[in-house]
């Protein structure tokens, strides 16, 4: 047998090709095993860094509802104060001037510090400090959104 034997170098053909191409079969089998791999550990870190994020919104939402439960009761007390009498809302008042000064009148000192006042009935003062609690709500609402987003911003520029 020689080797220009064209079975011969049929054979050395398909053994040299047979060995890349399995060469590539398995190169490409142990690719996608690397990249699931990968993913795998990807998936897991972003699973951490959402459940960092969730933990941290929910302790924002918790501190708000902390904080909306306290300023409630302090509202309560409040408006059953104001209801019973014992606080009272006034706002001052420009006491009118007498164009025409008599005898009588004396002039107050500069250092009085007497002031026209008007007092609200406790309807009206109770649906005035309803409207600034409104707004204090806005407020604290808003913080915590604020808080919220720095916190996440802050955990997700640190990894």
């Known amino acids: 047998m020689s080797i220009f034997n064209p079975y011969i170098l049929l054979a050395v053909v398909l053994a040299i090709v047979g060995s890349f191409g399995g060469g ?5 089998k142990d690719e996608v095993t690397r990249q699931q791999l990968e993913i795998a550990a990807l998936n897991a870190e972003a699973r951490q860094k959402e459940q960092a994020l969730v933990n941290a919104v929910t302790t924002q939402a918790t501190k708000l509802q902390k904080a909306n439960q306290d300023a409630k009761l302090i509202a309560k007390e409040r408006d059953a104060a104001i209801a019973s009498g014992a606080l009272k809302l006034r706002i001052p008042i420009q006491a009118p001037v007498c164009p ?11 250092g009085d510090s007497v002031q026209a006042t008007a007092e609200f009935d406790a309807k009206t003062a ?4 309803a409207i600034t609690d409104q707004g204090d709500a806005n407020t604290r609402q808003l913080n915590a959104c604020i808080d919220a987003y720095n916190t996440i911003y802050q955990t997700l520029r640190s990894k």
Not at 24 to 28: I, Q
């Open 100 to 110: 025409v000064q008599t005898a009588g009148d004396t002039p107050a000192p500069a």
């Open 24 to 28: 590539y079969y398995k190169g490409s």
């Open 126 to 129: 109770q649906s005035l400090v």
